[in-house]
């Protein structure tokens, strides 16, 4: 299984920005997925995530600007970012929770290999 994130750059303050992450390789069930994000010298911090019922949570600094989503037909999960503030540059990284087959079932966290966004004018 890997996770494959696109979509980061650089983007002025107050603009907007949406991340993809696609899941390939087997698995058995989507627990849950989410963004995560890590400045210098911050520790990783939950963006967004979306559980495999659909129910979602935000971090406090992005509500009503962070939406999260995700396409099942596809195996991919979406950030959009609005109103994007210099505080957001960060690395992003995709999670997903998912239980695969191993010779048996095993629930196992995978991570993409991150992208930066940069907010700066």
């Known amino acids: 299984v890997q996770l494959v994130e696109s979509g980061g750059g650089l983007v002025q303050p107050g603009g907007s920005a949406t991340l993809s992450c696609v899941i390939s390789?087997?698995?058995?069930?989507?627990?849950?997925m989410g963004w995560y994000r890590q400045s210098p010298g911050k520790r990783r911090e939950l963006v967004a995530d979306?559980?495999?019922?659909?129910?979602?949570r935000y971090t406090d600094a992005v509500k009503g600007r962070f939406s999260i989503s995700r396409d099942n037909s596809k195996n991919t999960m979406y950030l959009q970012m609005n109103d994007l503030k210099p505080e957001d540059t960060a690395v992003y990284y995709c999670?997903?929770?998912?239980?695969?087959?191993?010779?048996?079932?095993?629930?196992?966290?995978?991570w993409g290999q991150g992208t930066q966004v940069t907010v700066s004018s």
């Open positions: 999670n997903a929770d998912l239980t695969i087959d191993a010779g048996f079932e095993i629930e196992y966290d995978f």
């Open positions: 390789g087997a698995f058995i069930r989507l627990n849950s």
């Open positions: 979306l559980t495999g019922g659909g129910r979602t």
